[in-house]
């Protein structure tokens, strides 16, 4: 879809109007499927076919998006623990050599402090893109983003902004995380009105997600999957592309249910979905990449559609970003609803160490949800 | 006894050691209990209880306050114990390292050879009434406040026989008998907790200090300056100690800090920098900072200068931010283990074979403690609920889809 037709839907929604979201044939071809490590082409936005696509992971993918933001705007800065040598997942790679350490440099140790310097720093209009090690670090950091970063320009009537402020940070399990490197707080930043949460679910869409991020002027919050870094290849389009925020993607129709999910948990979520279909569930499979703003129009078609609604993520169930899909799509859609929504997610204990297989909302608990839910 | 007869003639500073009723469980009462001490009874040589003069070269630099003595006295007991316990540590600390390359540990593993004598100087001059809280790389910490091997290596399996039952993992052990607050796997914690526990200490009028100790490269966290603020102005008893391994991960402090130094860093508290690998400067720099609390004076900060000779983690060689001659230096002069050794060799109180055999006595006592950790099983799956809340609070919690919740009664 080009980008005057979706500023032009979005219009139309607005003045109530609500138009079906046509799905163009090559979405419906994009599947993402990690689980082979060796995924088909796939292709952001706007994709022509023309544009040469290189083999790339997610981390290789965040590191070519960063080169880009940094080369097509010089008052643009990536700071955070590490980082200079290229950061402990490698997303930083060559820039501090290719840009200078003035551009690229290291903080100590102080999540709180790198924030608010990132927010001081992009109220004079710079693009600050700040990591944060580890999600699970953020805390630190929460006061700054609530209460700075997200008010900033309510506060001062629009004369400032923090907009240009981008903070990157790697969440969710790892298979040995344990309680503080495995955490999924993207629940935490949904409620705050004034930021964009985004999670991107592979490596194209880590690329042209993360470049839309940085380039919007609001604060925005980027949650990379750091489980799928090494494991989840794709074939990358080169060059400067940006995929839209606040847009769902669905990346399979379906007839009978509604699923969805976001980031690393769409791998879990497609191999459900591959194996109910064995049992005749047709899927319709969501990723809803933002958060916050998040696509409420797509999934509400979609469930009228199907009339069932199952979404799944691994942070904790209760008060996860999943209540809120819940709530608004039964208020949205009660009368097309069959099934209540069903939510399949973590428990409600801190991230466990040696229990973590039984903590994650698996494949089998997601199959086990979806047949229940299409036989209520 | 003439164990703690030999700990008073030592020449530590007297303090009192009458906890509110009942015996003070010192360090060395604590290792006669356990099973492998006797051992040593049988196996080493005669135990001499005579006085032995050691002199500390490397200087204690003090902020506004006055430095200890640059000399102290130990024993011969004294010495075998240091060299048993640091020989423990480190075989530990190696097994670790091996169980971890195996797959059998799994998650972050924060390895603390190099750094023995911190933990076992410190132990040497509180007991086990003094509260103490760290950061990750805790296991040779929690061993020095009257762990076992076993406790150690479970809980880094993840198995029931583990101190936290397998549910902490590396970074979180903790002994509430010995009043070890573990063990925190988020950096610049250790500070304002354990300021808190020297405001219960001040308030409840015991006479014990609380020790938090953190690392050069969390001391940058805010959260460290503001309990140091709280504790400066309350005066309250606690000794914060950085333990100094030069590397923040691989940041090295010059790259971290704008200031050369943690023990000056604050100007309204005083500060000591000691010779982290010399368990005799440790133990002579803590015994001074536990009195200065107990006289009233406030918090004080002892920064200890000392060396890990693993990197961060084991997902970390620890040799690309540093070089190799680097830490093949400092363990051919610094080592806190050899320092022992040559004192033992050289008061004639064993010879280099003998001190060997007792080594190998630890090695053997570590390796018993991995098999026994390897047969206990792991935890039970209603463990993954257990303990989110109290006890009997009767909150709901849900599993993984809202059909699954338990009431949390255990």
Redesign the interface.
Known sequence: MQRGTAALLRCARFLGELQPRRISSLETARCFSGAAMQAQPSAPEGYDGTAELKRMNLFTAVNDALHIALDTDPNSYIFG??VS?GGVFRCTTGLAERFGRHRVF?T???E??IIGFGIGLAAMGSRAIAEIQFA??IF?AFDQIVNEAAKCRYRSGNQFDCGGLTIRTPYGAV???????SQSPEAFFTHVPGLKVVVPRSPSKAKGLLLASIRDRNPTVFFEPKGLYRMAVEEVPIGDYETELGRAEVLREGSDVTVVGWGAQMLVLERACDAVEKEGVSCELIDLQTLLPWDVDTVAASVSKTGRLVISHEAP??SGFGAEIAAKIAERSFLKLEAPV?????????F????EP??L?TES?VAD?IMHTVSF | MPVAGAMLRCGLPLLSRVGGGGRVLSWPDALLARSWSGQAEQHSPAQDDKPIPVDIPVPFLAHNCDPPPQHTETSGEELFRFFRVMNVMRRMEIASDLLYKQGHI???CHLYDGQEAVAVGMEAALTWEDPLITAYREHCNYLGRGATVTQVVAELL?RQAGCSR????S??MYHLDHHYYGGN????TPPPLGTGLAYALQYLKKPNVAVAMYGD??A????VAEAMNMAALWKLPIVYVVENNHF????SEA???AHHGFYDRVGYIPGIKVDGMSVFAVKVAVAHAKEWCLAGRGPILLEMDTYRYHGHSMSDPGSTYRTRDEIQGVRRERDPIDLVHKLITKEGLATAEELKALAKECRAEVDAAVKESEASP??E?A???TH?YRADTGVE??????HASRLQRN
Do not use: W
Request: negative net charge.
């Open positions: 623990e590490d040598f290291n100590p140790l102080c709180q402090g699970d670090y630190p298979g040995h995380g344990g309680h503080y490197h169930i209760t069903a939510r399949v997610c973590g428990l409600d204990t801190p466990p160490l040696v229990f039984f903590y909302p608990k949800a | 799994r998650g972050f993840g397998g549910k902490g993992g970074m979180h796997g988020i950096v610049g490269g969390s940058n966290q805010g959260q923040g991960m691989g940041t790259r971290a800090s792991e935890p799956e463990e993954l609920f989110v919690m849900f599993g993984a889809d809202r």
